[in-house]
Nanobody
Framework: QVQLVESGGGLVQAGGSLRLSCAAS????????MGWFRQAPGKGREYVAA????????FYTDSVKGRFTISRVNAKNTVYLQLNSLKPEDTAVYYC???????????????????WGQGTQVTVSS
């Protein structure tokens, strides 16, 4: 059973930075494409970023390009999301997620992610 545990969320002023971490256990981390999603109050879950199995390919949604960076360290079974130049509209619960097995296309579809963490709250004040 794969477990994903996010950490690093918090309250930060606009323009500030946070680093989210997602630690994986119970599976083969290196074989999973990892992604970060977020869900703001009253809105649907948004696909924020993804990183390929060995980190060679990344994906970012347009609203975070140039501000967020996704990375992974397979030896630590951990994926990170560096959040810089934060804006109030970045306020959301951030979730990490992982794929299993064969995945076609890049970035993977939302539906390709089968393992999910419980989320960590990021609140950006203006």
């Amino acid at each position: 059973q794969v477990q994903l545990v996010e950490s690093g969320g918090g309250l930060v002023q606009a323009g500030g930075s946070l680093r989210l971490s997602c630690a994986a256990s119970g599976g083969t981390f290196g074989s999973a494409i990892m992604g970060w999603f977020r869900q703001a109050p009253g809105k649907g879950r948004e696909y924020v970023a993804a990183v390929s199995r060995y980190g060679g390919n990344t994906f970012y949604t347009d609203s975070v390009k140039g501000r967020f960076t996704i990375s992974r360290v397979n030896a630590k079974n951990t994926v990170y999301l560096q959040l810089n130049s934060l804006k109030p509209e970045d306020t959301a619960v951030y979730y990490c997620a992982g794929t299993r097995g064969i995945v076609t296309g890049w970035p993977p579809s939302h539906q390709a992610y089968v393992d999910w963490g419980q989320g960590t709250q990021v609140t950006v004040s203006s």
